[in-house]
């Protein structure tokens, strides 16, 4: 198995590791819980990265590389909403819709379609990945007693429930807006997958 797949496959092993630390009671699990989302996320990129610059890209990484995004990121929005922080409905949309995006594009690329990925897709997956760090950040920097107990207010103002709310509420409406526009704009080539296929 080549690195960017190798790197591919630590992001989803270490994807539970960090909800299991993230839900601990023990405050250095919290903190080493951000450590591994960090360590994640650097995966995401830089096995990206090795597969631009030296071309290693395989079938088995086209399909595991989108993948294993999504169960980063759905590790941890579902850590948000066992602690309260997120709304059950508003995460279920996400997963749902990325994981059919990513299910569609996937066998639309094993049946040899190549279906057209839009900028805005690309900054769903930034809005959510930088409200996740938001987030992961604040409660991580929370568990530092000293540092939370002198700076209660600041803490209160960045973690209010209304920011949070409308944040989340404005990214899964945008990230649904994206699955729907992903589903017009590649109407023609997702009928022509499901009628060959019934031929």
Same mark, same amino acid.
């Given at each position: 198995?080549?690195?960017?797949?190798?790197?591919?496959?630590?992001?989803?092993?270490?994807?539970?590791?960090?909800?299991?630390?993230?839900?601990?009671?023990?405050?250095?699990? @919290?903190?080493?819980?951000?450590?591994?989302?960090?360590?994640?996320?650097?995966?995401? $990129?830089?096995?990206?990265?090795? *597969?631009?610059?030296? %071309?290693?890209?395989?079938? $088995?990484?086209? /399909?595991?590389?989108?993948? *294993?995004?999504?169960?980063? =990121?759905?590790?941890? /929005?579902?850590?948000?909403?066992?602690?309260?922080?997120?709304?059950?409905?508003?995460?279920?949309?996400?997963?749902?819709?990325?994981?059919?995006? !990513?299910?569609?594009?996937?066998?639309?690329?094993? @049946?040899?379609?190549?279906?057209?990925?839009? !900028?805005?897709?690309? $900054?769903?997956?930034?809005?959510?990945?930088?409200?996740?760090? &938001?987030?992961?950040?604040?409660?991580?920097?929370?568990?530092?007693?000293?540092?939370?107990?002198?700076?209660?207010?600041?803490?209160?103002?960045? !973690? %209010?429930?209304?920011?949070?709310?409308?944040?989340?509420?404005?990214?899964?409406?945008?990230?649904?807006? !994206?699955?729907?526009?992903?589903? &017009?704009?590649?109407?023609?080539?997702?009928?022509?997958?499901? =009628?060959?296929? %019934?031929?």
């Amino acid at each position: 198995m080549i690195l960017p797949n190798q790197l591919t496959v630590l992001r989803i092993i270490l994807s539970p590791i960090f909800l299991i630390l993230f839900l601990s009671e023990d405050v250095f699990m @919290k903190q080493l819980a951000f450590v591994v989302f960090v360590i994640a996320s650097l995966t995401d $990129w830089y096995d990206g990265w090795l *597969a631009r610059k030296f %071309n290693y890209i395989t079938e $088995w990484g086209k /399909f595991l590389d989108p993948t *294993a995004d999504k169960i980063l =990121t759905s590790c941890a /929005f579902i850590g948000f909403v066992i602690i309260g922080v997120l709304e059950l409905w508003m995460v279920i949309i996400i997963i749902v819709r990325d994981f059919l995006m !990513t299910g569609l594009r996937i066998y639309a690329d094993y @049946k040899n379609y190549s279906f057209k990925t839009s !900028t805005l897709a690309k $900054w769903k997956t930034f809005f959510q990945m930088a409200f996740l760090d &938001y987030l992961l950040l604040i409660f991580t920097l929370m568990t530092f007693q000293s540092l939370y107990k002198n700076n209660i207010e600041i803490f209160n103002i960045l !973690t %209010n429930k209304n920011f949070i709310y409308i944040t989340m509420l404005s990214i899964t409406l945008f990230t649904l807006i !994206t699955g729907i526009f992903y589903l &017009y704009q590649n109407r023609h080539l997702i009928k022509g997958l499901f =009628t060959s296929e %019934n031929k």
